[in-house]
């Protein structure tokens, strides 16, 4: 295979150099050409290119700056101050609560998503029937407005009058207060995350299951791996690795951005027991308008997010190199 | 080992019959192949062997046992599939060893962890390992066992897919259009390494192509198909200089079959496209027939009149040792085609007038509804009947 | 047991066994629903006195409704929502569509550093920019505006990739074309590229749309006046005037908020998934 190739990049050569000679002159066609299209391609692109710098690339600089520095609204100086936000944010107990309380929130979040959405898209794609419906039902969370869902939640959960509470009084089981009782308020929380995202979930997983071809589950068939057990762990299970890895990250990334049922039903309390990062920088930069210290927490969220988002790029290259 | 027996297998997806009845044997041993084009239902008759889709109506067999009812895991058949199917996630070792994983070791002695440390399962998991790895260095493969898939080109992973359906030892392997992702160099040479194959394990090859140079060279029996319908089963041989059917005839050879109108003016005689050629039909005066005329039974002649055909040049292909002339014939709307000789035929220039000769013993003659019609001297079949009644 | 015939069709036990879980986890998800819109037609009586039925005794839905209607301003907030949505949107095309063309099918030096800045764009999680963005927005003076809920989106990263990624396997043959026609660049842009790349379109409006219709975060920052509220931040105003105690207007404004996404999604509902998954690239 290799000869014939370099025979024909021996008879290339001659006509390659004859080529350059002609593009010696100053100004050639071709130089004006490429001067044209750079001129065009920055035109085209220059309105986003201005508000790319205006609205994302100057804004995490002045977080940054912020952050580093004793900035307060309205002030017309600042001074360097070095790490002195982070190091008031980190002894604070309530930051320290509002990351373990993100942390729990997003533990049980994401597995509970991901187990519950790899299930029902399994269970629709094994059959033909109703297929669009289920999908409808299951999806339908992700698109409703979570801020009025929320209200709904708080109706649901009513401490009296709530079907919860009712149903389980009903059948004999303790009754609680969900949203007022600390132990309570972040699981319930977080059910109403897996509520929301767990459509989200099962979609992407049966895009992921719809891309598995047929002929591996035929030759998993002649190969006598035909139980429905065998067959999802020979081909269905290790063919949606890759999909799973990445449902994982982005389920990750959108209970870390948790905010909407924290503002409505909580506010963070009883206590601190639901403050999550994202209500902590918005209380701490917009409410209390402590600045720097708010945008000392940006910056923590941004590392968090952006090597989440980093590691979900690693694991969609690897998906590539899968086949 | 075992002969499969196909018996009038029905098929339809929704409103479309895909087969129609379709009834082969298949003796035991033997390599036969599926020929017709896409869309034809020879996939279909494969799956439907394999188990893995469900015929309508009509049974098959293998070794003399129905298996209508059995999943493919007890049909003992394995096959290589077009896209190789191999598990992307395993290594080639793995890819070849599942098959025969998941017949000898119980669902226990599969479990993750814990099947390992079950009595019998080791030594049944090295037994395989010795099994796999003589299949892989027999194919030539032995070196890429612990590689993936995805690392292999493609003519190895060929290898592998033949591997994996091979070390189960299966009484009849299924081979899918096993060629078609192959570049036209790897496609010969793995054509040949198929066919020792066959010739190594002596068991049934049951292989599906639309490629007719598949079909001519590696079968012992060519069963050709078209629109769900099995047209002819015979010798490669046969299908291509004895078909039964215009289309079969139509289908097999290229550049394809010349078909002409003719109307027998008398016994030995038809009038065809302005002339008349001497061919015993057998049949009735003014009976209509189609002649069937491959291009190389044509050979140059001085003049015209009878037992030649005249047209005017309409275009001539170069082939090297060939030359393929386009002719318009009087009366005819489709030019024939006739591969000639290059030295023979040195000076033919478009719009010249050309004058060929026919073999009459090379002319196929077909009824009007496309059946064949056999000389009673040349055949022996007693299921051919005598064309004088055919042609009517 | 075995799930599947040979013919790879559920056997009768396990399709039923399929259609009752998910019957029963459908009915689960759905539950939020059904409650808001049962309270949403009960009256205050009954929703007090706790019941499991759906169907109320004394039909309130008009009361309701039309209370959710008149005393707060419903119809206002929906409109805002309209507005903001659609502003936020015809920006976003505008803005990213040649930029993504300049990307995808011209050759310039700093392409591939420009490119670089829409990918550092899709990184960022925008909460983060909330603060310098409010700053910008108060020294510029348009804080409590309608250009104070559209200005951070004007551009979206995600759109101009995702545009980017159809311009792509537009054949270059068809610029050359259009060129030779006599087109100008962004003439290409609107004629040729973007009409080819409709469902790219459809698909980014979609996600565009549903994001910024259910945003909280923003709005909360951005505007005080009730009267320039979108939807979700009109609701929650509602509900803590109300005190949370009048409960059926309430949770009929809330159905009110949720319905019109509702109801596009089940009518296009193949466009909401293509078009949401099409956004997990960004998210």
């Known amino acids: ?323 | 080992m075992a002969s499969v027996s196909i018996d009038s297998i029905r098929k339809n997806y929704g409103p479309t019959s895909v087969l129609r009845g379709v009834s082969l044997s298949i003796a035991d041993g033997e390599f036969l192949t599926l020929l017709g084009p896409s869309g034809c239902g020879k996939s279909t008759l494969l799956r439907i062997l394999a188990g893995l889709e469900v015929q309508d109506a009509g049974s098959v067999s293998i070794g003399e046992r129905a298996v209508d009812g059995l999943r493919p895991k007890r049909r003992d058949v394995a096959m290589v599939f077009q896209s190789y199917a191999l598990y992307p996630h395993m290594t080639v070792a793995s890819n070849m060893t599942l098959p025969l994983r998941m017949r000898r070791l119980s669902a226990f002695q599969r479990l993750p962890l814990l099947g390992r440390l079950l009595p019998g399962t080791a030594r049944i998991a090295a037994e395989i390992d010795v099994e796999v790895t003589r299949t892989a260095k027999s194919l030539g493969i032995g070196h890429l066992l612990a590689r993936k898939p995805g690392q292999l080109s493609g003519g190895q992973r060929q290898r592998v897919a033949v591997g994996r359906a091979m070390v189960r030892h299966p009484a009849v392997f299924l081979m899918d259009e096993p060629l078609s992702n192959l570049d036209a160099k790897l496609r010969v040479q793995m054509r040949a390494e198929i066919k020792e194959l066959h010739q190594r394990l002596g068991v049934t090859f049951v292989y599906v192509t639309h490629d007719q140079a598949e079909a001519m060279t590696l079968s012992d029996c060519v069963a050709v198909m078209l629109d769900g319908e099995l047209l002819q089963v015979a010798p490669p041989q046969d299908i291509y200089a004895d078909p039964d059917d215009r289309r079969v005839a139509e289908f097999i050879g290229s550049p394809k079959i010349n078909m002409l109108d003719g109307v027998v003016r008398e016994r030995d005689l038809i009038d065809v496209a302005g002339s008349t050629l001497t061919i015993e039909a057998d049949a009735l005066a003014g009976a209509h027939l189609t002649l069937g005329i491959r291009p190389e039974a044509f050979h140059l002649v001085d003049h015209g009149g009878q037992g030649a055909l005249t047209g005017s040049v309409r275009m001539i292909e170069h082939m090297g040792s060939d030359l393929f002339v386009h002719l318009d014939l009087a009366g005819v709307d489709h030019p024939l085609i006739a591969r000639l000789l290059a030295e023979r035929a040195p000076h033919i220039a478009p719009g010249q007038t050309l004058h060929v000769g026919v073999r009459p013993d090379r002319v196929l003659l077909f009824a009007r509804n496309g059946r064949r019609l056999r000389r009673e001297v040349e055949t022996g079949r007693a299921s051919v009947r005598p064309i004088r009644e055919i042609a009517r | ?283």
């Open chain 1, 1 to 323: 295979m290799s000869e014939p190739r370099a025979l024909c990049g021996s008879s290339d050569q001659p006509s390659a150099t004859g080529g350059v000679r002609t593009f010696r002159s100053p100004v050639s066609p071709a130089r004006r050409r490429a001067f044209t299209e750079t001129l065009a391609a920055w035109a085209l692109a220059g309105p986003a290119v201005f508000f790319l710098f205006v609205l994302f690339f100057m804004p995490v600089i002045g977080v940054f700056v912020i952050a580093l520095t004793d900035w307060q609204f309205g002030a017309r100086s600042l001074s360097f101050v070095g790490l002195a936000n982070f190091r008031e944010v980190f002894a604070d107990v309530g930051f320290r609560a509002s990351v373990v309380n993100t942390v729990v929130y997003v533990l049980i979040v994401v597995p509970g998503t991901v187990v519950f959405g790899l299930l029902i898209a399994l269970l629709i794609e094994s059959g033909k029937s109703c297929r669009s419906f289920y999908r409808a039902i299951h999806f339908l969370p992700f698109m409703a407005t979570l801020t009025a869902m929320a209200i709904a939640w708080e109706a649901l959960l009513h401490p009296t009058i709530g079907l919860v509470n009712q149903t389980l009084a009903a059948i004999g089981l303790p009754t609680a207060n969900w949203l007022r009782d600390e132990n309570t308020a972040l699981p319930v929380l977080a059910v109403i995350g897996i509520w929301q995202n767990l459509g989200y979930a099962m979609v992407l997983f049966l895009a992921g299951l719809k891309s598995i071809p047929q002929d591996l589950y035929d030759a998993a068939d002649v190969d006598g791996a035909d139980l429905w057990l065998d067959r999802l762990r020979t081909v269905t299970l290790p063919m949606l690795g890759p999909v799973s890895m990445f449902v994982v990250i982005v389920v990750a990334l959108r209970a870390f951005e948790c905010f909407d049922t924290v503002k409505v039903l909580t506010q963070g309390g009883p206590g601190h027991a639901t403050d999550v990062l994202l209500y902590t920088l918005y209380r701490e930069s917009f409410e209390y308008l402590r600045t720097g210290y708010g945008a000392a927490v940006a910056v923590v969220f941004l590392v968090i997010v952006v090597t989440l988002t980093l590691v979900q790029t690693r694991v969609m290259d690897r998906k590539v190199h899968y086949q």
């Open chain 3, 1 to 283: 047991m075995s799930l599947t015939t040979s013919a790879n069709r559920l056997s009768p036990p396990a399709a039923i066994l399929r259609h009752a879980v998910l019957l029963v986890a459908g009915a689960l998800i759905l539950v939020p629903f059904v409650w808001m819109v049962s309270l949403s037609i009960k009256p205050p009586g009954e929703i007090f006195r706790a019941s499991f039925s759906f169907w109320p005794a004394q039909f309130y839905g008009v009361e309701n409704y039309t209370k959710a209607l008149t005393q707060a301003p419903l119809p206002r907030y929906m409109g805002n929502g309209l507005i903001v949505c659609a502003l936020i949107l015809a920006l976003q095309v505008l803005v990213c569509a040649p930029c993504a063309y300049a990307l995808a099918k011209l050759r310039f030096p700093g392409r591939d550093l420009l490119f670089g800045m829409v990918l550092i764009g899709l990184l960022l999680p925008h909460q983060v920019l909330s603060l310098p963005l409010f700053i910008l927005g108060y020294q510029l003076g348009i804080l409590n505006t309608y250009a104070a809920l559209v200005f951070p989106y004007v551009v979206s990263p995600f759109g101009i990739f995702l545009f980017r990624q159809f311009f792509k396997t537009v054949p270059d043959d068809l610029v050359h074309a259009a060129r030779l026609d006599g087109l100008s660049e962004i003439a290409i842009v609107w004629k040729i590229m973007v009409p080819m790349a409709l469902p790219a379109v459809i698909a980014f409006s979609i996600f565009s749309v549903v994001s910024h219709w259910n945003d909280l975060f923003w709005p909360l920052i951005a505007v005080r006046d009730q009267s320039l509220m979108p939807p979700p931040l009109g609701i929650m105003a509602f509900k803590n005037e109300e005190a949370g105690n009048d409960y059926g207007p309430l949770m009929a404004a809330s159905t009110l908020v949720v319905l019109p996404l509702v109801i596009a999604f089940l009518a296009a509902q193949k466009w909401f998934v293509e078009g949401i998954t099409g956004g997990a690239v960004k998210q």
